[in-house]
């Protein structure tokens, strides 16, 4: 309940105004009152109101003009009419266009409380949804995905072309890449982002299992099914449904997945009957499914259905230029959630960190800022806190840029650029040297690339 609620009381009568404000000021609310319609909606436009308890037939104003102005000004504000008895149609119709309730004439004080009681329970459910849904857009929409590598820029652009739409995706890279944010992002900033995301990882249940988890079961479909199942397809109906490691998972099952992705209809295990489902799904796999066809792990068929939408994630030793970019990212993210003032990370660790290989990706980088701020005892991150295998590892030679065939000698040059300021830590006069060039070049090409 959210006792500190401000409540707008409009009433031309000034002691019914006042009696109303008293019961509620009593437990706990707050209250501001007004004789006056024109002077309750000056109120409701400069202040944040809560709750605005309005009498329905004022001097100046009608209380359902008061309704539709606050509707107006402040949707999630609540509005409760008072009404004499022979206004009670007025008082359904404005109910119908918004209003919380009504209340007859006299008003019943413990009925008032309960009724504003209700209201605010109501208006923190809906701000907490609004909350969680700026949290997820915020944590899985293209701003919660960092990155300003080349990659990094290809990948949004892409994001942005296939969210819109409700095409079956495959993404593709290494483990720790980060396959499940991104389909998350492409959910959430999809037609479909009011309805369930659903996650599945296809490695890590039993081949005996898996059918029964994504297709569901009947009641004593087999040993230990002691009540009927609805499985995750059912689950994601008009949502989005991931399947994680879509390569590992057996043909058995294969056959039933293409199935649902050529009539939208799926059969629970130890069930003669099939159930239509509206589910938009996004795989991904660490592996090369083509391989895998080849050696008759993965049905050629499915493979086709996948392949239309195709995302590659680059691993993070191919995107070098993002790597400081992320380890900002997840101080701040990491010294939030564990309560810990960080001033900074030493250079020397951070060319450390730059020059590791990092084969767990963006996962192992995450998990070694954790555990840098976990264990620092004086708010710098340095040399001593990173882990002892990567510590250890820490002279293992990066691979040159790797640049696909097609990319221009100025989009080359560009990346390059771009990987030695990382590397030099945004320092120029240190990027001209490794590149063999003058500083004003440097700054012509800057310039000229849009990278100040």
């Not at 501001?32 to 709750?51: A, M, N, Q, W």
């Not at 990094?152 to 079956?168: E, G, N, P």
């Not at 391989?291 to 070098?320: A, H, M, S």
């Not at 990212?329 to 020059?355: D, M, V, Y």
């Amino acid at each position: 309940m959210i006792r500190e609620a401000h409540i707008l009381i409009i009433d031309d009568e000034k002691t019914q105004a006042e009696a109303l404000a008293e019961s509620l000021t009593k437990t706990g609310y707050n209250c501001t009152t007004v004789l006056s319609g024109s002077e309750g909606l000056e109120i409701i436009r400069k202040d944040k109101i809560d709750i605005v308890i309005t009498d329905l037939i004022l001097h100046d104003l009608d209380g359902m003009v008061i309704l539709k102005e606050t509707k107006k000004i402040s949707p999630e504000t609540e509005v409760i009419l008072i009404t004499g008895y022979g206004s009670v149609e007025n008082a359904v119709t404005a109910m119908q266009k918004g209003a919380a309730t009504y209340l007859l004439k006299p008003v019943n004080i413990d009925h008032l409380r309960a009724v504003v009681d209700k209201a605010t329970e109501k208006q923190c459910l809906v701000r907490r949804n609004m909350e969680l849904h700026k949290e997820l857009e915020e944590k899985f929409g293209f701003a919660g995905i960092t990155g300003n590598s080349q990659q990094m820029h290809r990948i949004f652009h892409i994001l942005k072309q296939i969210s819109s739409t409700t095409a079956t995706v495959l993404i593709v890279g290494e483990s720790g890449t980060g396959k499940e944010l991104i389909a998350r992002a492409i959910h959430y900033n999809g037609p479909r982002k009011n309805n369930p995301f659903v996650a599945l990882n296809s490695a890590a249940i039993a081949e005996t299992l898996l059918e029964s988890e994504l297709f569901g079961h009947e009641k004593g479909a087999f040993t230990g099914a002691a009540y009927q199942r609805m499985g995750k397809f059912e689950y994601a109906n008009n949502g989005t449904l991931f399947l994680d490691e879509i390569g590992d998972m057996p043909l058995s099952t294969q056959v039933k997945l293409l199935r649902f992705m050529e009539d939208g209809r799926i059969m629970r295990v130890g069930s003669n009957e099939t159930i239509k489902t509206d589910v938009r799904i996004i795989a991904a796999t660490n592996k090369d499914l083509g391989i895998l066809v080849e050696e008759g792990k993965f049905r050629e068929d499915l493979y086709f259905r996948f392949n239309v939408v195709c995302l590659r994630l680059p691993p993070l030793r191919e995107r070098q230029e993002d790597i400081f970019l992320l380890i900002d990212t997840f101080i701040q993210e990491f010294s939030r959630k564990h309560g810990k003032k960080i001033k900074g990370i030493t250079p020397e660790a951070r060319k450390l960190l730059f020059h590791y290989n990092w084969p767990g990706n963006i996962r192992e980088l995450k998990n070694c800022i954790e555990s840098m701020i976990v264990f620092t005892m004086n708010g710098v991150l340095d040399v001593n806190n990173i882990p002892e295998h990567i510590y250890k590892n820490n002279k293992t030679a990066l691979p040159g840029p790797v640049f696909p065939v097609g990319i221009t000698l100025n989009e080359i040059e560009k990346e390059l650029i771009t990987k030695t300021l990382a590397y030099a830590n945004g320092n120029r006069s240190e990027t001209a040297k490794i590149l063999g060039i003058g500083e004003r070049t440097l700054y012509r090409k800057l310039d000229r690339y849009n990278l100040k």
